[in-house]
């Protein structure tokens, strides 16, 4: 069985600074997809940025880049420049590449808790 | 917004009563996911349905259950509550066009007295 792990509970960063929030899984398998997922206040979970791992190069989308160490097994985010409405939980996401069935389940970290100061 | 809707956003019951929650996806998400998130966890797989069959549970008894309709709305029922099940219920919903995208919803808080 898959599983990831957050070993940040908590984090802050600055306004307009920037700040990388850690995950490491453990899978068996070649091929998957990580994922990492932002949930505000409003309980909606939103989808940040995913990374293919057959993809050598790290995915990134706009203000959000991530670090993907197959070999380490670890999947970072960095968010640059943060605003304060970057402040939410983040969860790190792994999926099975495999088709049907409970192999497109997403299995979470507990997730980080990011302040940002004005 | 990800126009998945899920109602009610609270409720609160107790021990021993069954719940029903439900789901609107977006038109043409032929598959649902239920997730059950507790207090400071990630959310964990329930279970999927597609095209109206449950094709994939995971470590949830079977008072857990659940409906889709062909109307792209879904229930999650949950059975003779106990305690541990007070948890926040997220859905999530993709189409066959684009399997590597969930889109989910707001959840509903559950809180069982």
């Known amino acids: 069985a898959q599983t990831v792990t957050q070993s940040q509970p908590e984090m802050s960063v600055q306004e307009a600074e920037t700040v990388t929030l850690s995950c490491t899984y453990d899978t068996s398998e070649s091929d998957y997809y990580l994922f990492w997922y932002k949930q505000p206040p409003s309980r909606q979970m939103i989808l940040v940025i995913r990374q293919e791992a057959y993809k050598q190069q790290n995915a990134t989308e706009n203000r959000f880049s991530v670090n993907f160490q197959k070999a380490a097994k670890s999947f970072s985010l960095k968010i640059s420049d943060s605003q304060l409405g970057d402040a939410a939980m983040y969860f790190c996401?792994?999926?099975?590449?495999?088709?049907?069935?409970?192999?497109?389940?997403?299995?979470f970290g507990k997730g980080t808790l990011l302040t940002v100061n004005p | 917004e990800t126009g998945v809707t899920q109602s009610p956003t609270h409720l609160i019951k107790t021990r021993g009563q069954q719940v029903t929650l439900r789901c609107s996806s977006q038109?043409?998400?032929?598959?649902v996911s239920w997730y059950q998130q507790a207090l400071g966890q990630g959310p964990q797989f329930i279970f999927q349905y597609y095209r109206e069959e449950e094709n994939g549970r995971g470590n949830f008894p079977p008072r857990f259950s659940g409906l889709q309709f062909p109307n792209y709305s879904s229930e999650l029922n949950v059975n003779a509550l106990e305690l541990d099940d007070s948890a926040l219920y997220l859905c999530a919903s993709r189409s066959d066009r684009d399997r590597d995208t969930q889109y989910f919803g707001p959840g509903t808080r559950l809180t069982v007295l």
């Open positions: 038109s043409g998400h032929n598959t």
């Open positions: 996401a792994y999926r099975s590449a495999l088709r049907g069935g409970s192999n497109y389940k997403l299995t």
